[in-house]
Every structure is written in C-alpha cells, then in structure tokens.
C-alpha cells in the first residue's frame, strides 16, 4: 500500500471543490490550529500548491514564538512573490536586528518589487540605524517608485545620518508622481516647508487614487498607529460618497494636528 502523502492535508476533491472564501478558512483554520505542534508548519511551507504556502503565511504572520519566527524566515526564500512579501512584513514585526542582513539582501536583490517595498517597510519598523545604507542605496536606484518611497519612510523611522539631504537629493530626481508625495511628507516631519506646501497641493487633488494612497499609504507611516485608525475610518466612510471637498477638510484638519505634534514649518 502506497504511503500517504505528506502534503495531503485536505482530501484533493474537497480542495477542488471549495470555493476561494472556503479554501482561505480552510488554511487558516488548519494553520491557527497548529500553534501547538510547530512541525506541522513544515508541511505548510513545503506545500506544492502557491496558494496554501502564500495563505499560510498571512495567518501566522501576527503570532510569535521561535517556530513561526524560524517558519517566516524559511519563507523568505520561498519561489512565489506573496510568500516572500508576506513574511518580510512578518518579520519586521518581530522588530529583532538579527534579521536585518536578511532585510537587507531581499532589498538589494529581490526580482519582486513587492517583495522589496516590504523589506524596506519591515526594516523601517525594526528601525536601527544599521540599515541605512541599504536603504539609502534603494531611495537613490530602486527601478520601483513604491520601493523608493517606502524606503524614504524607512530611513525617516530609522533616523539615519544625513536622512533630510537624502530624502531632498530624492526628491530632486523623482519624478514619480505618488512616490514624489511620500517623500514629501518624509521632509515635512524635519519642518520643510516647502514639502508642508507639496503635502497640502496633494490634499487639494481631485484624483482619488492620489487621495487613497495619501490616507491609506503615506501619513501612515509618520503618525500614531491610534491616531492615524481613527482618520482613516473617518475619511474610508467620506470618500465612499465621493464627495472631495469633505474628504480635503478632513485631510486638512488632520495635518493640523500633525503640525501641533510636529511643530510649526520652519
């Protein structure tokens, strides 16, 4: 009799069956389940189908122990994109300076963009200064606008060594429009002036993905985790009604308060 599959954790009829809502609480419920028997993640990460490897990870990505962190730093070496994204976001969450090299190399190297933007978005959380090479290197040649941007929000939390002249020698080259906004923002925390005037010019515009990626991307990365919650149900249920005149005052009240925190423009 042929030995059962080790990856044969749903009967394959079932799985094929099953809609995408169900195979989602089928990995989740199996992977959640396992917090107690850390072996099983083996399987999880070995797993040939993309789908069950890339969920998996997003399950466990907010659990902590020394098996899931070993699981996630496993997973940075896995052949699919949302594997590799989901667990550098994952271990940047752990904020230990011990994966920073690794951080550092999927910034450097990685062929995904996605997968970039999420290492320099995890090493800006661990936020030790010894990654500001790296990510100065990717602010000045990343191909990708996302990852250039990400990485001017890094260097901010990180609070690298000449970070303000690298961040305006960025601007000054950048000519990607929402990349341009990020950056600005990342200037308006040292009381530019002119990145202030560039932030509220943006908060004027009547595209609403430049608005979105302003309230769902860019402050995020500058304010309190609380504070920024509480605007971005305020303003998702405004911009629902499409109504861009009460969505800019609301942007405009909340850098208000930015300013409060931040000091006036100098």
């Not at 990460?45 to 699981?71: G, K, M, N, Y």
């Not at 993905?209 to 305020?234: C, T």
């Not at 911009?239 to 005149?245: G, K, N, P």
Request: net charge positive; charged share 30%.
């Amino acid at each position: 009799m042929a030995k059962p599959s080790r990856y044969s954790i749903w009967p394959r009829e079932v799985w094929k069956a099953a809609t995408q809502a169900e195979r989602v609480a089928m990995v989740d419920e199996y992977a959640l389940g396992s917090l107690d028997d850390p072996e099983r993640f083996l399987v999880l990460l070995e797993h040939p189908h993309d789908f069950v490897r890339a969920r998996s990870v997003c399950a466990l990505a907010r659990q902590d122990t020394p098996a899931i962190r070993a699981f996630m730093r496993a997973a940075m070496t896995d052949s699919v994109d949302s594997v590799r994204e989901a667990a550098a976001d994952a271990i940047g969450l752990y904020r230990d300076r011990r994966d920073i090299i690794r951080l550092t190399i999927a910034l450097a190297g990685d062929p995904s963009w996605f997968v970039r933007s999420s290492a320099a978005d995890a090493l800006g959380t661990i936020g030790h200064r010894s990654a500001s090479a790296a990510l100065k290197a990717a602010l000045r040649y990343d191909s990708a606008p996302i990852v250039r941007r990400n990485a001017a929000a890094a260097l901010v939390a990180v609070r690298a060594k000449h970070t303000h002249r690298a961040l305006v020698e960025a601007l000054a080259r950048e000519r990607n429009a929402f990349s341009r906004i990020g950056i600005s923002i990342g200037l308006y925390t040292f009381g530019d002036r002119a990145a202030r005037r560039r932030l509220h010019h943006a908060m004027r515009s009547g595209n609403m993905l430049i608005l979105s990626n302003i309230f769902n991307v860019d402050l995020a990365d500058y304010v309190r985790q609380e504070d920024y919650d509480g605007f971005r149900r305020r303003a998702s249920r405004i911009m629902e009604t499409h109504d861009l005149e009460v969505v800019r005052e609301e942007a405009a009240a909340f850098i208000a308060r930015l300013d409060a925190r931040l000091g006036p423009a100098a």
